[in-house]
C-alpha cells in the first residue's frame, strides 16, 4: 500500500499534464488520439463527460462521488465493471491489480469500468505507470478543470511521484 503523507497533498493536487478548462477545450487534441491510443478515465465527472462527447474510455475509474457528496447519475456503457475497495489518500495493492487486471481485460478488447468503494484520487498515478506508451489518461481538477495526461510525457514525473509516496 502507498499513502499521500500530509505534507505532499499540495504537492500533489498539482496538475500531471496539461490542464484545460473543459473537455470543450481539449476535446480536438483528444479526438486526434482517440480510438488509436488507449483512453483512460479518473474521476466521476471526466468519464461521464468523455461519454457525453462520444470518447468512452477503454478503462474508467470512478467512485459514485462528486466532490464529497454522491453522484447524481451513474455511469453506464458496455463494459466489465470491476470493484475495489481503496480508502481516501491511498493507493492500496488491491488497487494497482484491479488496474493491471483491467488493462489485460483492455488488451481483450473489453471496455473496463472499476467502481472504487472508497476514493480514486491518486488512481491516475498507478494508470500511468502501467498504460501502454501513446495511452492518454485524464482526471478532473477540482475547481479549474480537466487534465490531459500524455503517459509518454508524464511517465518520468509520475515515477518521481510514486516514490514519495511511503510504503506500508
Known amino acids: 500500500m502507498l499513502i499521500l503523507n500530509q505534507e505532499l497533498r499540495s504537492e500533489f493536487k498539482k496538475p ?6 473543459s473537455l470543450d477545450e481539449a476535446e480536438d487534441f483528444v479526438k486526434s488520439k482517440y480510438p488509436d491510443e488507449l483512453l483512460i478515465s479518473v474521476g466521476d465527472i471526466t468519464t461521464q463527460n468523455l461519454q457525453k462527447a462520444g470518447l468512452i474510455p477503454h478503462l ?3 467512485d459514485n462521488v462528486v466532490e ?3 453522484a447524481a447519475y451513474d455511469v453506464v456503457y458496455d463494459n466489465v465493471t470491476l470493484n ?3 480508502p481516501p ?5 488491491e488497487l494497482q491489480e484491479t488496474i493491471q487486471k483491467a488493462f489485460q481485460l483492455v488488451k481483450s478488447g473489453f471496455r473496463v469500468l472499476i467502481l472504487v468503494d ?5 488512481a491516475a498515478i498507478p494508470c500511468i505507470l502501467m498504460a501502454p506508451p501513446g495511452s492518454l489518461v485524464l482526471y478532473g481538477q477540482p475547481g479549474e478543470g480537466l487534465v490531459v495526461c500524455e503517459v509518454d510525457k508524464v511517465i518520468d514525473k509520475v515515477k518521481q511521484m510514486k516514490n514519495k509516496l511511503e510504503e506500508r
Do not use: A, M, Q
Not at 500531471?16 to 478548462?21: A, E, Q, T
Not at 472508497?118 to 491518486?122: A, R, S
Open 68 to 70: 464529497r457528496k454522491p
Open 118 to 122: 472508497g476514493e480514486e484520487d491518486l
Open 89 to 93: 489518500g491511498v493507493i492500496t495493492d
Open 16 to 21: 500531471i499534464g496539461v490542464l484545460y478548462s
Open 84 to 86: 475495489v475497495k481503496n
Open 60 to 62: 474508467g475509474i470512478i
